[in-house]
């Protein structure tokens, strides 16, 4: 008996959005749009430098140069998702709440969830890394030079 009137308790609850968390979003949709476009401009100096490199290293033959081109290459290729949610959670979270539109207002909600979601996996692999480096550091000896 008690979990059908908590049920009804919880039924009864409506999720309100205030004028402030309102103002909140709004300011905090600004925020992520001018991050995305800093970010896609950075992404777009790291896609040219690893464009550059490639070019360099092809002309020269150097292999190191080669591999550091590809993996600059790649880490633009990842870095555009970022900016991708961003500006997505930006424009659909703006044009929801001044629209009153709750689907384009999920839609922006959805891309901050995949922001979040995208670092996490990322950070997760990061360590993965890290660890990955300090034990072939170990492994090798590298890590007795410091």
Wanted: hydrophobic content about 55%; proline content about 1%.
């Amino acid at each position: 008996m008690d979990t059908l009137d908590q049920n009804i308790e919880l039924d009864s609850e409506k999720l309100k959005i205030t004028n402030s968390i309102k103002q909140n979003l709004l300011t905090t949709a600004k925020w992520a749009r001018f991050l995305a476009i800093v970010g896609f401009i950075f992404t777009g100096f790291l896609g040219i430098a690893s464009l550059i490199i490639l070019v360099t290293a092809m002309t020269t033959g150097f292999g190191p140069l080669i591999l550091m081109g590809f993996v600059y290459l790649v880490l633009t290729v990842v870095m555009l998702f970022p900016g991708l949610y961003l500006i997505r959670f930006a424009g659909a979270t703006e044009k929801g709440l001044n629209s009153n539109k709750q689907s384009e207002f999920d839609y922006g909600i959805e891309n901050l969830k995949s922001l979040f979601k995208f670092m996490g996996i990322y950070t997760i692999v990061l360590i993965g890394v890290y660890i990955l480096f300090f034990l072939a550091a170990g492994l090798t000896g590298v890590g007795r030079l410091f």
